[in-house]
């Protein structure tokens, strides 16, 4: 099956920097990739995704890149504020006969100091 | 208003004590699915479905089972429950077949298995 790996697992950033999440994924059927923000003791939110046919994808402060022939898609947020501290989680989904499985990354616990 | 819920919300029972954690949408999604998630592991599928009656094995099915018997209503059931069950649970929900949408999550049912 499909292997999603996470890095870096923390990141303390500074408000008004910019943060950087990486993923890899193993299967190169995979087609859509979403990731989310989960705040403490809440349920994750999506807050961008991509799909296999586009390289990138912004909103606002939020920007998602994927490398389809190295397998990686990134996710980057600029101008960083508390409110954005939260668990990240990267997905990768892979069509399975008529449906999708989906894969998580083990999550990013991002901190943005003011 | 459009939403996930569960029941119960934290559920604390003993080994070999059959549960049932109910799950309902209310926005006519085809797509639902099951989600424990355990620290460092990120999320990870149990089960999904496509559509009533159509339910597959996500990347950790073992001790479960669901059904999907109305549109609106997934629960998962633990015959028989294990310690390494306890985990945080979500259930979410996507309108389309093939993936590539947005999965809206419930709020997570918090279970422990003495």
């Known amino acids: 099956g499909e292997n999603v790996e996470q890095h870096p697992s923390t990141l303390s950033v500074q408000e008004g920097d910019s943060a950087v999440i990486k993923c890899t994924y193993s299967d190169s059927a995979s087609n859509y990739f979403p990731w989310y923000k989960q705040e403490l003791g809440k349920r994750p939110q999506l807050i961008i995704d991509?799909?296999?046919?586009?390289g990138e994808k912004k909103d606002q402060r939020i920007a998602v890149t994927l490398n389809k022939t190295a397998k990686h898609f990134s996710l980057h947020i600029t101008e960083t504020q508390p409110e954005d501290s939260a668990v990240y989680f990267c997905a990768a989904s892979t069509p399975w006969s008529n449906f999708n499985k989906f894969y998580f990354g083990s999550g990013t616990k991002l901190n943005v100091k003011p | 208003e459009a939403q996930v819920t569960q029941n119960p919300r934290y559920l604390i029972t003993v080994t070999g004590k059959k549960l049932t954690v109910t799950c309902s949408q209310n926005m006519n999604h085809e797509y639902m699915s099951w989600y424990r998630q355990d620290p460092g592991l990120g999320l990870r599928q149990i089960y999904y479905?496509?559509?009533?009656?159509?339910?597959d094995k996500g990347d950790v099915p073992e001790g479960y089972k669901v059904s999907r018997k109305e549109k609106r209503n997934f629960p998962l059931i633990l015959e028989s429950p294990s310690p390494n069950q306890t985990s945080l649970y979500f259930c979410?929900?996507?309108?389309?077949?093939?993936?590539?949408?947005?999965?809206?999550f419930g709020p997570g049912t918090r279970l422990t298995v003495l």
């Open positions: 979410a929900s996507a309108l389309g077949l093939a993936g590539g949408n947005e999965q809206f």
């Open positions: 991509i799909r296999s046919n586009v």
């Open positions: 479905s496509m559509n009533v009656e159509v339910t």
